[in-house]
């Protein structure tokens, strides 16, 4: 017989991937993949099928599925679930998954994903390698996902020792099909920086938020509220659930960094009770200089 002389197309990076939980991060991974060309089919799982069904008629995912038909079935599974869910998710998995079958979650946290995930896997934890990608919005469910959400964003993977070079690159491969840019963190490290970019901004937007929303005349400050206003309250608008869990989870770095928030709050405070107009310009004027200092080197503003 005579070989055809076309080239056959090589296979997607991830022949079958699952999502645990079809919303704004794992939507967007799916899409991203089969923007590239990188995924074959994609199952979805969840908590609730109409949400999955809305995700089949997006076109997110390609089929419904149980944590077990996942682990029999899919290359990759992504937990992109709020972390207090995960050790009940990764124990069902583990009796059905198969050897070559990588684990891998979003979620923002590290150290106690770890500690779970050794807990609940066992001898199967060279198959989790965590992972956390810097992006998101306060915008939830399948018609939040977006194929450009990743998009010279970060993502980053905080590999066990566990885990084999062969998974570490095949993950970071994944991420890279998504247009995303890999960093490599130990867990304690990331838990420590997202804390203080990431959890107590949005723990103190949603502060801001509650106090606003329970003084006598909330509906006048509302309706004079303007855009200053929105930038600042805008990730208070996020899933109770899933920062119920980011907090508690990171306790300790959340709680180390809000006490350094409350020194310099106590510093401008003491600046305006003073009425002390230069300490309080230079105190503002370092603020809005590292604001756009770090505006222009992101290309986020």
Request: aromatic share 4%; glycine share 8%.
């Amino acid at each position: 017989m005579i070989a055809s002389s076309e080239t056959m197309a090589p296979p997607p990076l991830v022949p079958v991937l699952a999502i645990v939980g079809v919303g704004l991060i794992g939507g967007s991974l799916a899409l991203a993949l089969k923007r590239s060309g990188a995924v074959g089919k994609v199952l979805g799982v969840g908590r609730q099928l109409k949400s999955l069904r809305r995700a089949q008629e997006l076109g997110l995912i390609d089929d419904v599925a149980t944590l077990e038909q996942a682990a029999q079935q899919a290359d990759l599974i992504v937990l992109a679930t709020p972390i207090g869910a995960m050790a009940s998710v990764l124990k069902t998995l583990r009796p059905h998954l198969r050897d070559g079958t990588l684990i891998s979650d979003a979620g923002s946290t590290k150290v106690d994903v770890v500690s779970v995930s050794r807990e609940a896997l066992g001898d199967r934890i060279s198959q989790f390698v965590p992972g956390h990608p810097i992006a998101g919005a306060e915008t939830v469910g399948p018609e939040a996902a977006r194929a450009d959400l990743y998009d010279g964003r970060n993502v980053i993977l905080t590999p066990l020792e566990e885990n084999s070079a062969s998974a570490r690159e095949r993950l970071i491969a994944v991420w890279e099909a998504c247009g995303a840019r890999v960093m490599l963190m130990d867990p304690a490290t990331h838990d420590e920086v997202l804390a203080s970019v990431s959890h107590v901004p949005h723990f103190l937007s949603s502060v801001f938020m509650w106090q606003v929303a329970s003084s006598a005349n909330s509906d006048q400050r509302f309706a004079l509220a303007g855009t200053g206003f929105r930038d600042f309250t805008r990730i208070a608008a996020g899933s109770a659930e899933v920062w119920r869990d980011i907090f508690l989870s990171n306790r300790e770095a959340v709680l180390g960094q809000l006490q350094e928030v409350r020194q310099a709050l106590d510093q401008a405070e003491q600046a305006l009770q003073d009425q002390d107009g230069q300490a309080l310009y230079e105190f503002l004027e370092r603020a809005a200089l590292a604001r756009r200092f770090w505006a222009s080197r992101s290309g986020l503003q």
